[in-house]
Structure formats: structure tokens, C-alpha cells
T-cell receptor, first 112, second 113 residues
């Protein structure tokens, strides 16, 4: 069964901490995405990656960075976590040229 | 601009009722794709359907049906004879290329026994 795995289901971090959210897919997908989900706002794209070492900004990249050193892993980095980054974070992947997104179960991050 | 509006924030129905989830979209592109996803309490988004802008045929899949009308820029989703397992957040989404999918705010559906 194909999967997108997000390393943590729940995470609590302090303001100012550097936070790493990890996402791993086992489908050899070229494209990977990080979304943020907030009530009333739906899912908003933070960053995506076409392939290894490639990244593109989405709609709300401020305060975030990403890393894709290996094809199967796409990391979202909060350089200095702030309370307004408290949210649900969803990772997704797909084959280049397709619309078949596969989503992970999400990481609910709370910044205190 | 690409935009998806799901005006219904929450809907509550009793089991076996029919329910329609509304989706209105905005786009200047002539070629685009519309999607519906289901997000159960477990959190992952589950793909339900994809429609391209050139195919206005309505689709039925079991108790689910979709009504795509370009004239009103709508892509509504109806669940017939709802069941408790249909309780979830449902998202409508729009994409005009492979890497820019815009989601609506979502509609939380609660089906009570």
C-alpha cells in the first residue's frame, strides 16, 4: 500500500525553536508538497519540490524553508517558530505530470 | 485569479438524508481541473473525483454524485442516503496546472445516527 508518512502526529514546540517536520513517501514520486490547514482557510501551499534539490515557493512561504536531499524525503523547516505557525501541516506527493496526489495524515503543530 | 468557495462551513444531517455540498470556483483559464477530497478524522485527504473543464457530464459513483455546471462555475457534490461513515471534512479544489492546486475552506459534514 502506497504511503506518505509524516514523522509526528502531534508536536508541541516553544516560540523561537527551530522545528523540523519530516515527510517520507515510498512511491518514487518526483513531486512533493507542504500544505498548511487552518479552519476557514482550507489548505494553503507553503512550498513544493519538483525533484531532488529543487524547490518552489507556494502561497505562504514566509517563515518556512524546505529541504529535499533525497527523492523520498521532503522536510519543512520553521527557522524560528512563532505562535501564528500553530496549525495542521499536510505533506503530499505525486508523479510528475499527474494529478494523483497522495496525502499524509498530517502533523498538528502547537507553538507555545 | 484562482479561487474556490465553499460557503457551507458545517452541515449536520440525520442518517439516510440526502445532502449537497456546494462548490463555486473562479478561474480565467479555459483548461482546468476540479477535485473533491474527503478528510476523515484520521487526517489524510482521500481523493474522490477529478473533472476536467471540457467534461461537463455529471458523474455518479454509488451514493455519491457530482454536478458540474460551467455556466454557474459550480461543482456540487451530493451524498444520497447519508451514513455516519460519511462524517468528514470535504474539500473542493481547482488546478490549472500540475503544481498549483487551490483548495476551498472545506465543509464539515456530520451525519447523526
Amino acid at each position: 500500500d502506497v504511503k506518505v508518512t509524516q514523522s509526528s502526529r502531534y508536536l508541541v514546540k516553544r516560540t523561537g525553536e527551530k522545528v523540523f517536520l519530516e515527510c517520507v513517501q515510498d512511491m518514487d514520486h518526483e513531486n512533493m508538497f507542504w500544505y498548511r490547514q487552518d479552519p476557514g482557510l482550507g489548505l494553503r501551499l507553503i512550498y513544493f519540490s519538483y525533484d531532488v534539490k529543487m524547490k518552489e515557493k507556494g502561497d505562504i512561504p514566509e517563515g518556512y524553508s524546505v529541504s529535499r536531499e533525497k527523492k523520498e524525503r521532503f522536510s519543512l523547516i520553521l527557522e524560528s517558530a512563532s505562535t501564528n505557525q500553530t496549525s495542521m501541516y499536510l505533506c503530499a506527493s505525486k508523479t510528475q505530470g499527474s494529478f494523483g496526489y497522495t496525502f499524509g495524515s498530517g502533523t498538528r503543530l502547537t507553538v507555545v | 485569479a484562482q479561487k474556490v468557495t465553499q460557503a457551507q462551513t458545517e452541515i449536520s444531517v440525520v442518517e439516510k438524508e440526502d445532502v449537497t455540498l456546494d462548490c463555486v470556483y473562479e478561474t480565467r483559464d479555459t483548461t482546468y481541473y476540479l477535485f473533491w477530497y474527503k478528510q476523515p478524522p484520521s487526517g489524510e485527504l482521500v481523493f474522490l473525483i477529478r473533472r476536467n473543464s471540457f467534461d461537463e457530464q455529471n458523474e455518479i459513483s454509488g451514493r455519491y454524485s457530482w454536478n458540474f455546471q460551467k455556466s454557474t462555475s459550480s461543482f456540487n457534490f451530493t451524498i444520497t442516503a447519508s451514513q455516519v461513515v460519511d462524517s468528514a471534512v470535504y474539500f473542493c479544489a481547482l488546478s490549472y496546472n500540475n503544481n498549483d492546486m487551490r483548495f476551498g475552506a472545506g465543509t464539515r459534514l456530520t451525519v447523526k445516527p
